[in-house]
């Protein structure tokens, strides 16, 4: 399909909030496509044939969907993760991937840490027990059948210590005195220095934590990294809390894991299915408190992202240099001459 613009053409496969179209109108011809339909991985596939860019977030977009996109030079994420995306095939095709890692760390962080102190001190549940006249029946004040677990001075170990994972810890180890432990391929020195973070093995924090936050990228090595045998290794009574990605978390693992008793609860914004259906296993226990993927989802964040979304794609299509490239590589290789 031919384009009577001279605007660079770029596919919108995900509603972005009014100033962000506006700024994107500005500078690109649209083509909005629907992907939430049966045939939205088919229509989103045919659009980027003739596109120079594509925007929006949430939708895996693999080698197949790019395989006829040979005009295609970015693909702007409303998302600070990138695992939708194969990057090392969008890498070979010169295509640059941007995404929006500066804008949601302290909104997510804060929500990471709301699931933690939430399935903790079991909000939602007293909340329940208010809600439905049970507070009122008993006569009487709280007892033991509700109480719950502290988080102050408690042990906090995060798997994954990125912008997010430290934000984390810092609002652990400052607001609550909690003592932090990390997993990571590479020392923190700053936060090790500033909040007394320790790096430690995986065993070793799964051993000592009180409160287990994953927080790391998923990629092919970190799919399913708890599993029956790490979650046999946390502290009997520990919280597991997942503010990164569903596919971390061996589902079925942690169901049994809860049904034993042998985890004190759970703390879950992201899901291997998302949206989580109703019927889940998960959301038939208490002490599982569940969020939908509301890490970044405050009306401040989300339009910030979209807005730096649109930037990264002008500084591709139009002004250079690229902005937040995911793939750095693709700007050094021979594939980039498209
Ligand atoms: C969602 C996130 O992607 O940034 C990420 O990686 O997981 C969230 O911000 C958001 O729904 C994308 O718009």
Redesign the pocket.
């Known amino acids: 399909m031919t384009t009577s613009s001279s605007k660079p053409r770029v596919v919108v496969y995900?509603p972005l909030p009014d100033a962000a179209m506006t700024k994107l109108a500005s500078h690109f011809e649209l083509l909005h496509v629907d992907t939430g339909g049966a045939d939205g991985a088919a229509a989103l596939k045919a659009a980027l044939v003739d596109a120079d860019g594509a925007i929006g977030?949430?939708v895996t977009i693999d080698a197949d969907a790019v395989s006829g996109a040979h005009r295609l030079k970015v693909l702007s994420?409303?998302?600070?993760?990138?695992d939708k995306f194969d990057v090392a095939d969008l890498t070979a095709r010169g295509i640059i991937l941007t995404?929006?890692p500066n804008v949601?760390t302290e909104t997510?962080a804060d929500l990471v840490f709301a699931l933690l102190i939430g399935a903790a001190r079991r909000v939602t549940e007293l909340s329940d027990y208010v809600r439905s006249g049970a507070w009122e029946k008993s006569g009487r004040g709280i007892g033991p059948a509700q109480f719950a677990f502290d988080v102050h001075h408690k042990t906090l170990g995060v798997i994954g210590f990125g912008r997010i994972g430290q934000a984390v810890a810092k609002r652990g180890a400052l607001g609550f005195g909690m003592k932090v432990l990390y997993t990571s391929p590479r020392h923190a020195h700053d936060a090790e220095r500033a909040i007394g973070a320790e790096r430690v093995s995986l065993d070793e924090l799964l051993e000592k934590s009180d409160f287990v936050c994953l927080q790391a990228p998923l990629t092919e090595k970190t799919r399913h990294m708890m599993g029956a045998e790490q979650f046999a290794k946390m502290k009997r009574g520990a919280i597991i809390v997942n503010g990164g990605?569903g596919p971390l978390i061996d589902e079925a693992a942690l169901a049994e894991a809860l049904r034993s008793g042998h985890l004190g609860g759970a703390g879950l914004d992201?899901f291997d299915q998302e949206p989580l259906p109703a019927s889940a296993p998960l959301l038939t226990f208490p002490n599982v408190l569940a969020l939908p993927?509301a890490?970044?989802?405050t009306q401040e964040t989300?339009d910030a992202?979209a807005m730096d979304a649109v930037e990264n794609l002008i500084s591709v299509l139009v002004s250079g240099p690229p902005l937040n490239v995911a793939n750095p590589d693709v700007l050094t290789s021979s594939a980039v001459a498209r």
């Open positions: 995900k977030s949430s994420t409303v998302s600070v993760g990138i995404h929006t949601l997510t990605r992201v993927h890490g970044s989802a989300r992202m």
